[in-house]
């Protein structure tokens, strides 16, 4: 084991040597070269912890792989130190000490790496040794750390509540306000609130400045220059912007200057100035690039993709358009949101009980007290021996019965615990077979889904939001294509879940069997056909026990579009479900026969609405679970206004930055309520 850790000890001093050279002083250098010497030697642990500790002040910002290296080594050497039950409670101070600012910094690491979850999990160990050593200071440090995590997880309002918790416990200086005022003012911003976010960050501007806190100062510019862009402000942004340039270059910061150069590049570009844009984001490219920066090389190359799209040079746009979508990918986060509210979930159980080394060491402490106070009583003791023994038996006898009394307690509880287990075993088993059935059915729906391919090649530009209630759904969307013409639809069957799913795999059956077996092209036609061969499906109970049941209502609402491509031309039909078209930033609405695609009272033939299309138009295709949705601050339905609105602000984004908003807002509004419906929402540009 010693031999792997001098191998890549030995290893990591290369790398650190080659990379990074150029960035430190001759003094610097040596003094990491002793202690580098100290960690590999027979030293005490506690001079290798804190060499390392010094080797990792002098290189944290320039080299992440050794800082998380360096800080995993603190960790291990501290937990077997912890187990020494004679350390004294001076010791087992120091080195808790040094395993909480590990976790911090490994922590701080990894949210750099994207690595959000683990993150979170050493965040919280940290917080645990400040609330051992009732530390405000690193207990603030721990809650803004966390409101990081959340805001980067696009949950402002969590990440608001940690860094209000951060901000109660410290602001004693300028450099805390400015931190928090820009902290809460991108969760404002997040919110909605521009008002709110806009005087964050001048406070934070203010606090910044006071103590020469460039790289604040860069981060506050950028923010508000944002803020000021999506008012149309477009000068006092470029203002703003060259502020932010101009502080980021006091202290080195490429990736901010990066983006900065992009921010600027965006305003030229609303403002239909080409070659400022083309310039700006050029100089945002080519600084990202050497910096590394995934986030500014994938806003400029989008940025360039624009402005060579708007004037004319197709090659070029096609290229920045490819690198945009190749950085954008690697970007994408590789854990899912619900694990972070997972985490949140188990955080106030996790505050409660220590799992690692701080309880361990915490009662090696009290078992410490416990001893002294044992030895004090036996001094008393011997003070009081003749009473002492009338006590002693006394307590014997009482003892005893509570021995006894005890013992028959357990018997009648292990027999007690013994029922419970096994009715729980039985429970977890018929669990387990019911979520496997389920989770059979999930993949067997996903199959009659069109794949990310299929509806790429036939669409190049879209986006689906699809989002069950449960682990199966009773909406699906399906796409089908015929001779020049593209099919595609959007459809909410009746219920959700395991009975929404069943009701879907008999819609999706029908609409396959219209277009394909009765070769139909007209939407209004291949509707009126899929209601036929679902009501003949769900009237088909020959069984005795059928024939005395109500007959069955199921069936979908639905949006189905054909799409003549040659003639440009879009031929729709819907069943209660409208279709929303976007052109020239007015959104109207194709509207939908108010019947549903089942059994009715009043059936009418579907009718058939054709329209001529244009470049740029975006069609919208939705079941009403967005709309339906409670949450809100008063707890009610988002509603379609609202759903409208948000269609509309949002529709010149690329159509991934859409489907980000689509299901941020949707997550957002719903908070903490319940889900209440499936959803489901198409985007297509033409």
Same mark, same amino acid.
């Given at each position: ?15 650190? %040597? &080659? ?10 250098? %040596? ?10 030697? =027979? ?5 290798? +912890? ?32 912890? @187990? ?39 965040? =919280? ?15 603030? @440090? ?22 209000? #918790? ?60 944002? +803020? ?6 477009? !000068? ?13 270059? #006091? ?8 983006? *900065? ?13 080409? /070659? ?18 995934? $986030? ?24 920045? %358009? ?8 690697? &970007? ?19 505050? /409660? ?8 060491? %915490? ?59 096994? /009715?729980?075993? +039985?429970? !977890? ?14 993949? +067997? =729906? ?42 595609? *639809? ?28 009765? @070769? ?38 639905? $949006? ?26 007015? &959104? ?14 009043? !059936? ?11 470049? @740029? ?11 339906? =949705? ?57």
């Amino acid at each position: 084991m010693s031999d792997l850790k001098s191998a890549l000890a030995i290893l990591i001093t290369c790398i650190f %040597h &080659l990379s990074g050279l150029a960035q430190f002083t001759d003094e610097e250098l %040596h003094k990491i070269d002793s202690l580098k010497a100290v960690t590999e030697s =027979q030293a005490h642990d506690s001079l290798k +912890i804190d060499a390392l500790i010094e080797w990792d002040d002098i290189i944290y910002l320039y080299d992440s792989d050794l800082d998380l290296w360096l800080n995993e080594q603190i960790l291990e050497l501290t937990k077997p130190a912890l @187990n020494n039950p004679h350390l004294s409670n001076r010791e087992v101070e120091i080195y808790l000490g040094a395993r909480g600012m590990a976790y911090n910094n490994l922590g701080l690491v990894l949210v750099d790496k994207g690595k959000y979850k683990e993150a979170l999990e050493y965040f =919280q160990n940290s917080l645990r040794i400040a609330d051992y050593f009732n530390d405000d200071i690193k207990r603030a @440090n721990a809650y803004n750390n966390i409101g990081m995590i959340y805001d980067r997880m696009s949950s402002p309002e969590k990440a608001l509540e940690f860094f209000n #918790k951060s901000f109660s416990l410290d602001s004693s200086d300028a450099f805390s306000k400015g931190t928090y005022y820009n902290n809460s003012g991108l969760c404002y911003f997040a919110l909605g609130d521009t008002n709110k976010a806009l005087e964050s960050y001048k406070l934070s501007l203010k606090y910044s400045a006071s103590i020469e806190d460039y790289n604040g100062m860069g981060n506050t510019y950028s923010n508000m220059a944002l +803020i000021l862009f999506n008012r149309n402000l477009f !000068e006092e942004a470029l203002q703003n912007y060259d502020s932010a340039i101009a502080a980021y270059q #006091k202290v080195g910061v490429d990736e901010g200057i990066a983006l *900065a150069y992009n921010g600027k590049g965006d305003v030229y570009l609303e403002l239909n100035q080409s /070659q400022p844009a083309k310039e700006n984001c050029e100089m945002g490219y080519l600084l990202a690039k050497e910096s590394g920066s995934l $986030s500014g090389l994938k806003a400029n190359c989008n940025c360039l993709y624009f402005v060579y799209k708007n004037t004319g040079n197709v090659q070029k746009a096609l290229e920045f %358009h490819e690198l945009y979508v190749g950085y954008r990918d690697s &970007l994408e986060k590789t854990e899912k949101k619900q694990e972070v509210l997972k985490l949140d979930f188990q955080f106030n159980l996790n505050q /409660q009980k220590s799992q690692d080394s701080i309880e361990f060491a %915490h009662q090696q402490k009290m078992e410490r007290i416990s001893y002294e106070t044992s030895l004090e009583r036996k001094q008393n003791f011997q003070y009081f021996l003749f009473a002492g023994i009338a006590v002693c038996v006394i307590v014997g006898l009482l003892l005893l019965r509570g021995f006894l009394q005890k013992k028959r307690d357990h018997e009648i509880i292990a027999q007690q615990k013994k029922e419970v287990e096994l /009715q729980k075993h +039985i429970v !977890e088993e018929k669990n387990k077979e019911i979520t496997d059935s389920i989770n059979y059915a999930k993949r +067997i =729906q996903e199959a009659i889904l069109p794949g990310e391919s299929l509806l790429k090649k036939a669409l190049p530009e879209n986006f689906v939001y699809y989002k069950p209630k449960d682990i199966v759904a009773g909406d699906f969307y399906w796409l089908e294509e015929k001779e020049n013409l593209i099919l595609f *639809a959007v459809a909410d069957c009746t219920g959700h879940g395991v009975p929404g799913a069943m009701v879907s795999v008999v819609c999706h059956n029908a609409l396959n069997r219209s277009v394909n077996e009765f @070769n139909l092209l007209d939407p209004g036609k291949i509707l009126d056909k899929t209601r036929e061969l679902v009501i003949e499906t769900f009237e088909n109970e020959t069984s005795a026990d059928l024939k005395s049941a109500p007959t069955i209502r199921d069936g979908m609402d639905i $949006s189905l579009c054909v799409l003549d491509k040659s003639k440009k031309q879009l031929h729709f039909s819907g069943a209660n479900n409208h279709l929303y078209l976007v052109r020239n930033n007015q &959104l109207s609405e194709l509207t939908a026969d108010k019947q549903p695609v089942g059994k009715y009272a009043d !059936e009418k033939p579907f009718k058939t609405t054709t329209l001529s299309l244009e470049t @740029n138009d975006i069609l919208y295709l939705y079941t009403d679970g967005y709309a339906d =949705q409670f949450g809100g601050p008063e707890g009610k339905k988002f509603k379609y206004k609202q759903f409208k609105e948000l269609l509309i602000r949002n529709h010149k984004l690329a159509l991934s930055e859409q489907l980000d908003i689509i299901s941020s807002t949707f997550e957002n509004w719903r908070g903490n309520l319940e889900q209440i419906d499936d959803v489901c929402v198409m985007g297509v540009q033409l």
